[in-house]
């Protein structure tokens, strides 16, 4: 019986075609969301061990300056299309835009971010180009013996994680969510090759029509951005009482955040939420006050370097993955700790007596 | 109006546990849900179905037990329900499903007759992929509008509707021509307590069954063989060892405590 792995001469040679790492660079009227370099980052570590070449893609409205960032993050070519019609993001006219290119130009293994546009776009173009794409991982590595992309991802809401290969179809696609790799720029940036490209989609082709856009309040908060994150859950017990974790939060410099449940309650946007569902961070350190610990949330932030949680239940899962445990009551514990912070920073000298 | 609704049934993964020991899923004693995206994507077709008359179709494909789940949505209201289930789609990746779902929901569409909107959940709990959405609609070639937080204006007419979307922004208002395919936010309803007669109704109603033997499939596109991706290695992330617990009164916690966080504090 022969391997399933083992190729034929015939779809090695098919293999051989397709070259270079691709990262999409999704931008929103012309700012590129932050998930795009951190992929450059990861794709300019991973090309460098196959020793080829990185690729930005983006397609919008006026996307040009975007190609000095892109180079900044380690892109040596930046794929542009740059037309009316791709002014806002849909998906179709972007999936033929995109797989028109993939057609064209062969990349090995294409990255895109997890965000509610990468998710959208990157099903659609796999899709259409009969290729296997691997969804939400958090691992990349290249597989030492064939050169192939090893992509970790959790699975059953992070009870199990798995190792996807896409050995015989190119390219080997997967999506990250933001967050989970950091964007470092090059010491050296290259004066990186401008690829220019055109379609011929009309807007009378489009079908679908934008009317209206609705920009919320919180906004997009990229929870990922910060070192420290407070995160509250149903055990702060209401809303009210999230404004000492707001408190606690911009003390420390960080930011607040909340469990599903808190989201559920009320208590905090669902943009804020940190897990399975929601965002994934990896802060120095993650305050977590009145959490269970319920995995869907572990999974979202259990890879932060510092770990403290408050919990009045001394048995709380949440506690397996602390760094310090603080078996109390949250709503007296917080205020007392952001007065006794307060004194701190008022006396600074007194903590190195 | 006809809506066809994609649904799965899914281990509940809120109570899958793992043995560590082992590297393993503690699968034993859990139980098989309907995936809770889906129950608000039929609930959003049975809605449109009271206002405009028509029906509902459900359909999934699985082993033989997710008529368990079939049967939750009919008692939600749908009026038909089929099971796509075949040997060839053992080992299916999401690519080699939403093939097999394409072949499946044309045939319903042969039986049933042409479909104005197609729902699937926004993602499945196990997988949590959102690719078989995008997946299917791509295959039929119509408009997608993933994250659907609002449907209105439903104009079977001049067959157009307004959907809301979530983006990463806030929110977007798409005008979109039918059929188009939605996968829908958990958002988008409330769940609805469904009348007795439904009940007794779904109680009678017949599952429909669909194989390799009634649709027609190619096989050089089905199951594990012709997936795209194949799982290397599964196994159970690194747990964590619980850290240091601090005692003391609340007094002494939060003086221990902003020791901790000295080197955090904000500067200005
Ligand atoms: C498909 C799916 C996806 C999900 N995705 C997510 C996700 O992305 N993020 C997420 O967070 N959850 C998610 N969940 C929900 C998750 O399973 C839990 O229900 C949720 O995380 C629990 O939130 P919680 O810890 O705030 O509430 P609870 O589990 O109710 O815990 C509250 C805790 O507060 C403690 N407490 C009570 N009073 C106090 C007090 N005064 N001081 C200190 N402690 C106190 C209690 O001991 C308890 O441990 C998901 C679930 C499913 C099924
Ligand atoms: N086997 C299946 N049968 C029917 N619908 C499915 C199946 N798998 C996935 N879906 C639909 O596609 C959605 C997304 O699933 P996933 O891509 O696995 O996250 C689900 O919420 C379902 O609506």
Known sequence: MAKVNELTEKEKEALSLYKNIWVFVEQTGGVAHSVSFELLTKARELADKLGCQVGAVSI???????????????ADMFYII?????????????????????????PEIFLIGATTQGRDLSGTVATELRTGLTADTTKQEIDPETGNLMMTRPTFGGSLMATIICPKDRPQMSTVRPGVFKAVP???????????????????QIVKKILKKVVSSEGNINLGFYDVIVAGGKGMGNKENFNMIKELAALLGGTWAGSRKAVELGYVPQSRQVGQTGQTVHSKLYIACGISGAIQHLVGMQTSDIIISINVDEEAPVFDVSTYCIVEDAIKFVPRLISELKEQKLTPVKNEQ | MHALVFIKQVPDASQVRVNYETGTLIREGVPAILNPFEAHAVEEAVRLREEYGGKVTVITMGPPQATEALKEC?????????????????????LATSYALYEGARKVIELEGEVDLFFAGKQAIDGDTAQTGPGIATRFDIPLVTYLMKLDNVDFDKKQALATRLTEFGQETLQVPLPAFFTVEETLNELSHAPLPWLIKAAK??????????????????????????????????????????????EELSQKTSHILIPFLKKD
């Open chain 1, 60 to 74: 919008g409205k006026s996307v040009s300056h975007l190609a000095k960032e892109a180079f900044r993050f380690g």
């Open chain 1, 82 to 106: 740059e037309e009316d019609v791709f002014k806002d993001y849909r998906t179709e006219p972007f999936r033929d835009a995109l797989s028109g290119l993939v057609r064209k130009y062969k």
């Open chain 1, 186 to 204: 090059v010491e050296q940036p290259k004066e990186g090759e401008i690829i220019r490209e055109k379609t011929n989609i009309t807007e009378d």
């Open chain 2, 74 to 94: 009919l008692s939600r209201g749908a009026d038909k329900a089929y099971l796509l289930s075949d040997r060839v789609f053992a080992g299916s990746d999401t």
């Open chain 2, 205 to 250: 109603t017949k599952i429909e069954m669909l194989s390799s033997e009634n649709v027609n499939l190619d096989r050089e596109q089905c199951g594990l063989r012709h997936s795209p991706t194949k799982v290397k290695k599964a196994f159970t992330p690194e747990k964590r060892q619980r850290g240091e617990t601090l005692t003391g009164s609340v």
